[in-house]
């Protein structure tokens, strides 16, 4: 599995990198910049990322910015539904409206500082990702997933996240 981590902050940086170094080769940025150029490269050179932990609050570039830009590259290159990177949002505030956005740009979850190797591991779980290559052996079920992802499928993401940020799990 190929991985990049972005993040501002050293330490977060670190962490997550440790985590993800467990699981596959993982590169990092510690900006919005950096990252979006990162992406591109990756892509142009058919080597893209199969996992992306994105950092929202970010000085010169906001992970949601960042997002959407690497959505945008994926549409250029006219990237399959089912070969797009998994995209995990990590931030420390977790505000109802940033969610949603995050989510109507591409996100596919959040991750909540503090965070631990188990959260981490669950998520990557739930989306299908394993240690094998990516979406691995899931790999059919998560495409059968994200081809049905309509505006009913993001509509139900949405309510789910602020449903989760009600209960104050987010």
Do not use: Y
């Amino acid at each position: 599995m190929k991985i990049l981590v972005v993040d501002d902050e050293l330490v977060s940086r670190t962490k997550m990198q440790m985590i993800m170094e467990s699981v596959g080769v993982c590169e990092t940025a510690d900006c919005g910049s950096d990252a979006v150029g990162i992406f591109r490269k990756a892509c142009e050179a058919s080597e893209p990322f199969d996992l992306i932990t994105l950092d929202i609050l970010m000085p010169d570039m906001d992970g949601t910015k960042v997002l959407t830009q690497m959505r945008e590259i994926e549409e250029e290159r006219q990237v399959p539904k089912d070969r797009k990177a998994k995209i995990f949002m990590v931030t420390s505030l977790s505000k109802k409206d940033t969610i949603i956005t995050c989510a109507q740009s591409g996100c596919d979850d959040f991750i909540i500082k503090p965070f631990t190797r188990e959260i981490v591991t669950k998520k990557m779980i739930k989306s299908g990702l394993t240690a094998e290559g990516g979406a691995g052996a899931n790999k059919k079920a998560a495409r059968s997933q994200k081809d049905s992802r309509g505006p009913e499928k993001k509509s139900a993401f949405i309510e789910t996240m602020i449903e989760r940020f009600r209960r104050g799990d987010i």
